[in-house]
C-alpha cells in the first residue's frame, strides 16, 4: 500500500526519487490522522509556494482514486486514508507472505561476525554473554536479509598468560584437579602464579620463556596449551548449547600467529613502521591516537597484530562486503587503530567494511546470582539460574502444563537474552531476577507468553487454515487494524536493525506486537458465532503468531506453544 502512495505521489511531484517520497512518508501517530501522510515542507523551497498550497494542489491533481477513501490536506501535510477493507487485504496478504520480515538485499554477498571470542582459560562471564547474545542476533537478522553470514569465534587462544599459566601448572597444579575443576581450576592458578610472582619476580621470565617455546612449536608447550585450550572450549560449549548460539569457524588468535610476519612486512614496505622504546609501532598521532604497538621488544606478535593478520585473512578468505566485531565499549581504541592501519596500507575499503560493534556494561548489583569459588560469575550459572527460577513459576501459575522442564529452559535462557538486547546496546545493562522474569513487563516471557496464548487461540479454532479466504470486510475494530499495522513493520524492522546494528529494535518490536495483540484480544471477541468474524480474528491471531516467533527467532529465543 505504501508504494502505491509512492507512486501517486511521484507522479506528481518534480525532482523527488521514490527513495526519498518513501524516506519522507511518515505514518501517523493516530488513525484520525490517516494511514500514511506525506510533509509538504521539503518542496516549499523548489516550488516557491507555501507547504499547505503545495498540499492542496497535489491532492488537487491526485483527485480520486479507487483504493483511498479520501486524502486530507492538514496544514503541511496530505493525510491519505485508506479503505478499510482494501488496506486490510494488503496488511493480511503481506504479513501471511513467506519470509515476510525478510528480503534478498544481502544475495550474493558475504558479512563476516567476530563475536563471543572469551579468553582461553578463563571464565565465560557475563560481558562475553552479552557479545554471544548480540553477535548471534545480528547473524540472524543478517541472514534473514539475504546475506550469507560468517560467524567467527575469534578465541582469545595466545599470549604471553599461557606461558604464567604452564609455569603455574608445573609448580603447583595436578592433572586431576585441572581435570575436574576445569576452568576454575585455571583461574586459581592464574591467581597463585600472580601471587608468587609477586615475591618472586623470576617467575615472570620463566612464564616468558615458556611463551617463548610455545611461539617456536615447543612440542610438550604445546600441548599442555592445547589441553588448556580443550578443556576451556568444552565449557564455553556447554553455554552455546544452552543459548543454542552456533558458530562456522573457531579461528582463535593462535591461527594467525604464522601470519603475523607478513604484516610487519607489509607495514614495513609501506614505510609505516617505526621504533619507539624497543617496540615496532605505527605512529598514528595525525589521527590524534595512541600508537598501534605491531610487535613487543622481544618481537612477539600481540592482540592488534593478530587482528591485522586477521583481517587480510578474512579479506581474502571470504571477500566480505564488512566485517563487524562485538565486544565491549573498552575496546574502540584498539580497533579504530587496527582499522586505521588496514587503511593506512593503501585499503580505502577499511572506512566502511570494517565495524566496531561495542556494547555497554552489564551491572549484576541487586540480583543474587550463584557464584563458584572466588566469587566468579559464569554466565552458565546465570542461565541456570533462570532456568531453575522459571521452572518454579511455570509450575505455579500452569501446574498442569506437560513439558514444563521444557519450556522452562526456553522461558528461562529467553529471559536473560531478551533482557541484553531490549535496550540500546550502547546502554549498560542492570539484571535483576524481578525485572527479567517479570511475566507482565517489557520482558521475554511476556513476549512468549503472548505467543502462547496466540497458540492455544489458533489450536482452539478447529477448522482453521491459514491459506483460507478471509472476509476482509468484517475486521473493522480499531484495535485490529492497529494490531495488523504494528505487524506490518516487521520489513522496516529488521532493515533498520541490520542498517544501526541494533537487535534492540526487532526486541521492542516485538513488545509492541504483544501490546497490540493483548488489547486486541481484550476488547474483541474471538470466538463468535459468525463463522466469518471468526475465522478473520483467527486469522489476525495467526498472524501475530507467527510475527511474534519469527521477532524472537531473530533475538535467538525460542516460541513455545503453550506456558
Ligand atoms: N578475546 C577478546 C576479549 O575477550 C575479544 C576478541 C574480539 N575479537 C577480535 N577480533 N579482537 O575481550
Known amino acids: 500500500m505504501k508504494n502505491k502512495i509512492i507512486d501517486l505521489l511521484a507522479a506528481q511531484i518534480e525532482g523527488m526519487s521514490k527513495e526519498d517520497i518513501s524516506a519522507t512518508i511518515e505514518i501517523p501517530p493516530k488513525p484520525e490522522m490517516g494511514d500514511f501522510a506525506f510533509p509538504c515542507f521539503r518542496l516549499a523551497k523548489t516550488m516557491h509556494k ?13 483527485g480520486d482514486v479507487d483504493y483511498l477513501d479520501r486524502i486530507e490536506v492538514k496544514g503541511a501535510y496530505l493525510n491519505f486514508f485508506v479503505k478499510t477493507e482494501v488496506f486490510v487485504k494488503s496488511m493480511i496478504e503481506a504479513a501471511n507472505s513467506e519470509n515476510f520480515g525478510g528480503s534478498d538485499i544481502g544475495e550474493g554477498k558475504n558479512i563476516c561476525l567476530d563475536y563471543s571470542s572469551p579468553n582461553v582459560a578463563k571464565n565465560f562471564h557475563v560481558g562475553h554473554l552479552r557479545t554471544t547474545i548480540i553477535g548471534n542476533s545480528l547473524y540472524k537478522i543478517f541472514s534473514k536479509l539475504g546475506y550469507n553470514a560468517i560467524r567467527i569465534n575469534h578465541l582469545g587462544d595466545w599470549g604471553t598468560q599461557f606461558g604464567k599459566l604452564i609455569v603455574a601448572y608445573k609448580a603447583w597444579g595436578s592433572k586431576e584437579a585441572v581435570e575436574k575443576d576445569g576452568i576454575s581450576e585455571l583461574m586459581k592458578l592464574y591467581v597463585k602464579f600472580h601471587e608468587e610472582a609477586d615475591k618472586n619476580p623470576e617467575l615472570v621470565d620463566e612464564a616468558r620463556a615458556w611463551f617463548a617455546k610455545m611461539e617456536h612449536g615447543d ?10 585450550k580443550d578443556i576451556s572450549l568444552v ?40 621504533e619507539s622504546e624497543g617496540a615496532m609501532i605505527v605512529d598514528l598521532s595525525e589521527y590524534d591516537m595512541a600508537p598501534c604497538i605491531i610487535t613487543k621488544k622481544d618481537g612477539s ?25 562485538v565486544t565491549g565499549q573498552e575496546q574502540k581504541l584498539h580497533f579504530a587503530q587496527v582499522f586505521k592501519v588496514v587503511e593506512l596500507l593503501g585499503n580505502e575499503w577499511a572506512k566502511d567494511q570494517l565495524v566496531h560493534i561495542p556494547y555497554g556494561l552489564v551491572s549484576l548489583e541487586g540480583a543474587k546470582l550463584s557464584t563458584r569459588n572466588g566469587n566468579i560469575i559464569y554466565a552458565e550459572d546465570i542461565l541456570h539460574d533462570a532456568i531453575e527460577k522459571s521452572l518454579e513459576i511455570i509450575t505455579e501459575k500452569s501446574p498442569n502444563l506437560e513439558n514444563k522442564e521444557e519450556v522452562a529452559k526456553m522461558v528461562g535462557v529467553g529471559s536473560v537474552l531478551f533482557n541484553d538486547l531490549y535496550n540500546q546496546r550502547i546502554k549498560d545493562v542492570s539484571f535483576s531476577w524481578d525485572k527479567v522474569l517479570n511475566f507482565d513487563g517489557e520482558t521475554g516471557p511476556y513476549v512468549q507468553y503472548t505467543h502462547a496464548r496466540c497458540s492455544s487461540v489458533v489450536r482452539l479454532a478447529e477448522n482453521f487454515d491459514p491459506s483460507n479466504e478471509v472476509d476482509f470486510s468484517v475486521i473493522t475494530e480499531p484495535d485490529a487494524i492497529f494490531l495488523l499495522k504494528e505487524i506490518n513493520r516487521f ?9 544501526k546494528y541494533e537487535p534492540s529494535i526487532v526486541a521492542r518490536f516485538s513488545v509492541d506486537v504483544a501490546q497490540a495483540f493483548n488489547k486486541f484480544y481484550n476488547s474483541t471477541r474471538i470466538n463468535v458465532p ?21 521477532a524472537l527467532e531473530l533475538l535467538g529465543i525460542q516460541a513455545p506453544e503453550a506456558m
Do not use: H
Open 530 to 550: 459468525e463463522e466469518n468474524v471468526k475465522n478473520a480474528r483467527v486469522m489476525l491471531t495467526y498472524l501475530t503468531k507467527k510475527t511474534l516467533s519469527d
Open 491 to 499: 520489513p522496516k524492522v529488521v532493515l533498520d536493525a541490520a542498517d
Open 50 to 62: 507555501a507547504p499547505n498550497m503545495i498540499a492542496a494542489d497535489i491532492k488537487e491533481a491526485i
Open 235 to 274: 565449557e564455553y560449549k556447554r553455554t552455546y548449547d544452552l543459548l543454542g548460539v552456533d558458530f562456522d569457524y573457531y579461528l582463535g588468535e593462535s591461527f594467525y600467529r604464522d601470519k603475523c610476519q607478513e604484516v610487519v612486512d607489509k607495514i614495513t614496505e609501506a614505510g609505516l613502521l617505526k
Open 301 to 325: 606478535s600481540i592482540y592488534a597484530t593478530r587482528d591485522l593478520a586477521a583481517i587480510f585473512y578474512r579479506k581474502k578468505t571470504y571477500n566480505f562486503c564488512k566485517c563487524l566485531y
Open 219 to 228: 612440542e610438550e608447550a604445546l600441548s599442555i596449551w592445547q589441553w588448556f
